[in-house]
């Protein structure tokens, strides 16, 4: 658990004991280090575990794509209730444009070729608004390695993308200005070196 101490966590010296449910189902692979991440820092008192609904979203899914369970904080990202998205495939609330990757990586989790899979996933939202994710996919098999059903792990992630996509326009909008000025703009680093003139400026200087 070196992530958490990364992350500025501590690992707690105590015994902490964590429920995996159901206890039948064999527990393996990278897919389950964010649980075990959250529920030690829910135990030790470093996150509210009261609010653990509103930001971590699990789900698990049939291997046909089928919604099988989901919590609180899928339905909030999503715009669903739980009964609805239980009516509905995973197909149906992912962007057209993700899901042959997302099914890629399912098929390749079940057929043992990768443990578990990450990736950044857009969902369509009730409203028809697009909202992201963070989402980490795994496969739990039974006792003889067969293949049950999927499980995710999925982190709120569109208030991040909506963020970058506002500076990444915002920073088009000034090179627009800035390449287009009618004067001679540029831009010198501490050393004192041009690093960007726009068209005005050479014209101005001749270079």
């Known amino acids: 658990m070196s992530?958490?101490?990364?992350?500025?966590?501590k690992f707690p010296k105590k015994r902490i004991v964590i429920n995996m449910a159901p206890a039948d189902i064999r527990k393996e692979g990278s897919a389950y280090d964010l649980p075990l991440a959250i529920g030690i820092m829910a135990a030790s008192e470093q996150i509210k575990p009261d609010?653990?609904?509103?930001?971590?979203?699990?789900?698990?899914?049939s291997l046909d794509g089928t919604i099988q369970q989901v919590n609180a904080a899928l339905c909030a990202l999503t715009g669903y209730s739980e009964a609805e998205l239980l009516a509905r495939t995973v197909q149906d609330i992912t962007h057209p444009d993700d899901f042959a990757t997302d099914l890629e990586q399912m098929q390749r989790v079940?057929?043992?070729?990768?443990?578990?899979y990450q990736m950044e996933k857009r969902y369509i939202h009730k409203s028809g608004q697009v909202v992201s994710g963070h989402l980490s996919g795994a496969v739990v098999r039974?006792?003889?390695?067969?293949?049950?059903?999927?499980?995710?792990?999925?982190?709120n992630i569109t208030a991040r993308k909506q963020a970058e996509k506002a500076l990444q326009q915002s920073e088009e909008r000034f090179r627009t200005a800035f390449d287009d000025a009618a004067i001679g703009m540029g831009l010198v680093d501490l050393n004192g070196s041009f690093f960007r003139v726009n068209a005005a400026f050479c014209e101005l200087t001749g270079y």
């Open 3 to 9: 992530a958490l101490e990364t992350n500025g966590y």
């Open 51 to 61: 609010l653990l609904p509103d930001y971590v979203i699990m789900g698990e899914l």
């Open 110 to 116: 079940v057929a043992g070729e990768i443990g578990a």
């Open 142 to 155: 039974d006792a003889f390695g067969s293949p049950l059903n999927f499980i995710g792990q999925l982190e």
